[in-house]
C-alpha cells in the first residue's frame, strides 16, 4: 500500500431516523429519479468568515492492481487535487473545507464472484475496502472503475465513485462530473438526503451545486457533532504539533488547507507563514 500526503434511488436510505443498524451498512446513492426543473436555490447566507469554518477530514483512495477493471481507477493525484479544489469551491459556501488528508493507492481487498464483471454491484463494494487503512474520525472515500450509480455514501464514512460518471447539464453547474459526485456523496454523510430541485447539490444526477439555507444550517449542525471536525483554530493547533514532532509533509499539508480557505484572518496569515519555513 503506498500512501502519498497531499495537500489537497433513487435515494435509497437503508437506515432509519439517521440511525444505523449495528454492523450494518446504509447507503444512500446518487441515481435518478429526475429532478423536477425550478429556479435555482442558492444560499442568502452571506460567506462565512475565515473564522467560523470547519475543516473536514477526507482520505482518498485509489484502486488498483486489479484484474477486474471494474473495481480500479486510472485517476492520479492530479486528478485527485483538481477534484477536490472544485468540491471545496462548491461546500465553502456552506463554511465547509474538505481536507484531503492522504491518497493511499492500493489493491482492491477482494472482487471474489465478480472478478470478470464490466460494473461491480453494490453489494459487492464493501469487500473492496482493505482492512487497515479506512481509520475512524474521516470520511474515505474510493474511486473504482464501473458500477450502476455515478456514487454512493455507505454507512458512516465510505463513499464510492465511479469515474466514468455522467451528469446532465443544468444552467450554471459544474463543468466536469466528479467533483459534483464527490461533492454530492460527502453531503450526504453530513447529514443531507437527496433534493429533487435540478439546481441543487443533492437532486439525483445532474451537474447543479447550489445549497440553499437550510441545508447549510443542517451540515453545520451535523458537523459540530463530528469530533473529528475542527475549527481553523484547532487545526492550526494541529498543524503546529505536528511540525513540533518532525511531521513535516503532515504539517505542509495542514497549513496549505488553511491557505486555501476564503477570507482574511491573522490565523490564515500565520499558516502562510508556517507553509513558507518548510
Known sequence: MK???TAAAAAIWVLTAGMFPSGGWATQASDPPRPVSTAPSAAKTPPRPFSEFRIVPVRVHLLRDSETAAAVTRLTEKDIA????KANGIWHAAGIHLWVESIVTEKPASTTGYEHAASLPVAALKALRPPGSH??????VYYIGEMPPNGIFMGTDA???KESARLRPVEGGIDEPLPRVTAHELGHGMG???RQDTFNLLASGTTGTSLNDAEIDTVRSKTLAMAWVETVEQFLRDAAKAQADNRPDVARSMYQALTEIPGDSTL?????EHLATL
Not at 82 to 85: D, E, G, L, M, V
Not at 135 to 140: A, D, K, S
Not at 268 to 272: D, E, F, M
Open 192 to 194: 443531507l438526503p437527496h
Open 159 to 161: 463513499i464510492f465513485v
Open 3 to 5: 500512501r502519498v500526503r
Open 82 to 85: 483538481r477534484i477536490f479544489k
Open 268 to 272: 490564515k496569515k500565520q499558516a502562510a
Open 135 to 140: 481509520p475512524l474520525r474521516m470520511f474515505h
